[in-house]
């Protein structure tokens, strides 16, 4: 470690802590700031102190309905892709190295594939073209086609198998990585010191080495899945048939992108902020008691 | 062993060394797990590439088929007739996204690595609060700062210009934080023995500490592209000309079902970028990740 001079600090921090804090960090202060006001663009911002969020919380159905539907998805898609990256990346480290790059390949492709999860609108395309329903009605198993993509009873499921699809991100690559740089010695040892199968071996050794990687593919992942919202438009359309697909990311578009109601966007923002925040602390918290 | 021959090179199936408390038998479960989850991603994107060569009189074949009787690359080539009667000539469409993915992904990864440098091998004041700052911002997404990011552009004069989506792009917080994870492992004898001769620091990175971190600003292009490329519409630029490839491609795909063929044909160019990046760069961004651990 050397100590920084002021031309070195200059040339190497600055440039992109100024960026760093003109669009992520000043963003962050301004919403919380706005969500005190009314602000629509046009005027100067008027302070309202917690009218924003009062009304949020006692007047705003729809709010309610966002929240819930977040909470759903975030809770579901969350922990189960989260438990899906790390089950697929332990099953691809058993295997051979040629193998593992093709099969890590294929599994994360879905996930930078950009505007790929379109496709499976044709998969669940509700006429009796699209596949699921092609399928079933060959087999009798039903008589006409099913609406996936409209029908609350249904929209839900349909959202949660393509998220899923596409969470195996960061994270999976962050798994992959670090079961691959497990001692191998470690196991060895492991063996000798009475460790019967491969389940053991995954309690005893292999997640407390991972601790740093499970914990950042968790900040991934939380992120990730409370963010939830251009997919869902690509899918049901905004909004929703009974606003079943509709979630705080729609709500705060629809206010500031749509409606200019800055404050009350920024108030919904800043919820959002917390949430995020609180369940990453949260989660944080509970992972850093792996292997103690 | 057990192997299998393909074109005289050999794949092999089962590890090599096998631990003995591994037992054959859920080896076997997992494989056959695994080839299911290998259908589940591949499928929609295998059968994006297919379809995309499907003729039109193939298209609504009920059931549904998988391969096409008479593969054609005509939707590739309507995507630029189609687009041939706007204002913009596709290329142009083109043009921005190869820009802004091109110009953003290699100042993203000149300047979060110089910063990322002096995070890890530099003290000064402030170090730490700056970096706990940034491991925060990976907590939030950009929907929480989308609204206040408008207010920025429009009061630095940024709207409508490519520069509104290439400069927050630099400062994207994931590739500052694994090429900070990744450079902290560099050992400092190096960096030492080259102070001593005299380098002054800027030369010391250029010469000796991005060579090194290879695997890391291979890791920092993907993740760039991946993000740029996809771009498809932004709140920044509202010129027709100025938009990117996404966006053009997007008012394609949703022109109607008629055009199935060449709405997959969208997924596909889109979609291929990242990843013959991503095969590229496979086992350098491996590399990197398995230093991408939060350690608090």
């Not at chain 1, 002021?6 to 706005?34: D, E, H, Q, R």
């Not at chain 1, 010191?193 to 995954?202: A, C, K, P, S, T």
């Not at chain 2, 062993?1 to 199936?13: F, H, N, T, Y």
Request: proline content about 4%; some cysteine.
């Amino acid at each position: 470690m050397v100590k920084a001079s002021k031309k070195n600090l200059c040339i190497f921090i600055a440039p992109y802590m100024i960026i760093f804090t003109l669009f992520t960090v000043l963003p962050v202060v301004i919403s919380i700031g706005l969500s005190f006001t009314n602000f629509n663009m046009i005027q100067l911002p008027k302070f309202v102190g917690f009218a924003n969020y009062t009304r949020l919380f006692v007047n705003d159905d729809l709010f309610f309905t966002a929240l819930q539907n977040t909470l759903f998805f975030a809770v579901i898609t969350g922990p189960v892709g989260y438990i899906l990256c790390f089950t697929f990346a332990w099953f691809i480290n058993q295997l051979p190295v040629k193998l593992r790059a093709f099969l890590t390949l294929l599994f994360y492709a879905p996930s930078i594939a950009g505007n790929s999860f379109m496709i499976w609108l044709l998969a669940f395309s509700e006429d009796s073209y699209g596949f699921v329903n092609a399928f079933l009605l060959n087999y009798g198993i039903i008589d006409k086609p099913v609406l996936w993509l409209t029908d609350v009873k249904y929209m839900k499921t349909v959202a949660v198998i393509v998220i899923l699809w596409q969470s195996l991100g960061a994270s999976f690559l962050a798994f992959i990585a670090g079961l691959q740089n497990v001692d191998r010695t470690l196991y060895e040892a492991g063996m000798m010191d009475g460790i019967r199968n491969r389940w053991q071996e995954l309690y005893y050794i292999t997640l407390p080495v991972m601790r740093p990687q499970l914990m950042f593919g968790a900040v991934m992942s939380i992120t990730g899945s409370f963010g939830i919202g251009s997919v869902l438009t690509g899918l049901f359309g905004n909004p929703s048939t009974d606003y079943a697909a509709y979630t705080i990311v729609h709500h705060l578009e629809d206010y500031g992108g749509t409606r200019f109601m800055m404050g009350y966007a920024s108030a919904i923002a800043t919820i959002l902020f917390l949430i995020m925040i609180g369940s990453n602390k949260l989660i944080q918290r509970l992972l850093r008691r792996i292997g103690t | 062993m057990d192997a299998v021959s393909v074109k005289k090179r050999k794949i092999r199936l089962w590890p090599k060394k096998r631990l003995s408390h591994r037992s054959r038998a859920v080896d076997a479960v997992i494989f056959i797990f695994l080839g299911i989850g290998a259908v589940f991603m591949g499928l929609p994107l295998v059968y994006s590439i297919t379809l995309s060569l499907k003729p039109l009189d193939e298209l609504w074949v009920f059931p549904p088929t998988l391969f096409p009787q008479n593969p054609t690359l005509k939707n590739y080539s309507d995507l630029f007739t189609i687009m041939s009667n706007s204002l913009v000539p596709f290329s142009k469409y083109i043009f921005n996204t190869v820009f802004i993915t091109g110009i953003g992904t290699l100042l993203h990864v000149i300047i979060a690595s110089m910063c990322a440098y002096g995070l890890a091998k530099f003290e000064f004041k402030g170090k730490n609060l700056l970096f706990h700052m940034v491991v925060l911002s990976l907590m939030f997404s950009g929907a929480v700062t989308s609204i206040p990011n408008f207010m920025i552009m429009r009061y630095l004069g940024l709207i409508d210009s490519q520069l509104s989506i290439i400069i927050p792009a630099i400062g994207s917080t994931l590739g500052l934080y694994l090429m900070k994870q990744f450079m902290e492992q560099l050992p400092d004898s190096i960096l030492e023995a080259a102070r001593v001769e005299g380098a002054t620091e800027v030369k010391l990175f250029w010469k000796i500490v991005m060579p090194m971190v290879k695997p890391a600003w291979l890791t920092l292009i993907v993740f760039s592209v991946q993000s740029l490329w996809n771009i498809g519409q932004s709140i920044f630029i509202y010129r027709e000309e100025q938009k990117p490839l996404g966006y053009a491609l997007s008012q394609i795909a949703s022109a109607g079902i008629a055009r199935a063929g060449v709405g997959a044909a969208v997924i596909v160019v889109m979609m291929s970028v990242p990843i013959i990046t991503f095969i590229i760069t496979q086992s350098g961004i491996i590399e990197t990740m398995s230093s991408s651990g939060l350690k608090e």
